[in-house]
């Protein structure tokens, strides 16, 4: 089975509880997030949730992924499907990683299957890949203007 991967990171000048804090406050993505417009459910490996995405240049997109793993401070992933399993799935993750200035570098991917993944295959290279790279930087504006409003 064909399968793809998109791949980016972003260094954040922001320490890793504040992304992970701004990353899992669902309910505020509305607010700056120009790619994942809605995120809904509890946040805990196993649970349902509601997405919904807007490429760049395309329209919305809600799909029903189910989490993965959610390691608080570390790492998020859900898995989602195009109507059966094998036809269309993709696994989307962010980890964080801390770096030794205070920082933290956000990894944020998806891995890509199935039988149709031919026929999406420009679109995921073009219009999510932008979504991902459009996400991060806005995930990072946000994280680094929180922490300079932080008492030192």
């Not at 790492?75 to 195009?82: D, H, S, Y």
Request: proline share 7%; charged share 20%; with cysteine.
């Amino acid at each position: 089975m064909a399968t793809r991967s998109i791949a980016t990171a972003i260094d954040i000048a922001a320490g890793p509880e504040q992304v992970w804090q701004v990353l899992t406050d669902w309910p505020r993505y509305p607010e700056w997030n120009p790619f994942i417009v809605g995120l809904h459910g509890r946040r805990e490996t196993g649970a349902s949730l509601v997405a919904t995405l807007h490429p760049p240049g395309g329209r919305r997109l809600t799909f029903r992924p189910r989490l993965t793993a959610f390691n608080t401070g570390q790492q998020l992933r859900w898995r989602g499907k195009l109507l059966l399993p094998g036809l269309f799935d993709g696994e989307h993750h962010f980890r964080l990683e801390a770096l030794e200035n205070g920082h933290t570098r956000l990894h944020h991917g998806e891995d890509f299957s199935g039988l149709l993944l031919p026929l999406f295959g420009q679109k995921l290279q073009t219009a999510t890949r932008q979504g991902f790279l459009a996400m991060n930087e806005a995930l990072k504006q946000r994280c680094e203007a929180l922490a300079s409003q932080a008492p030192a």
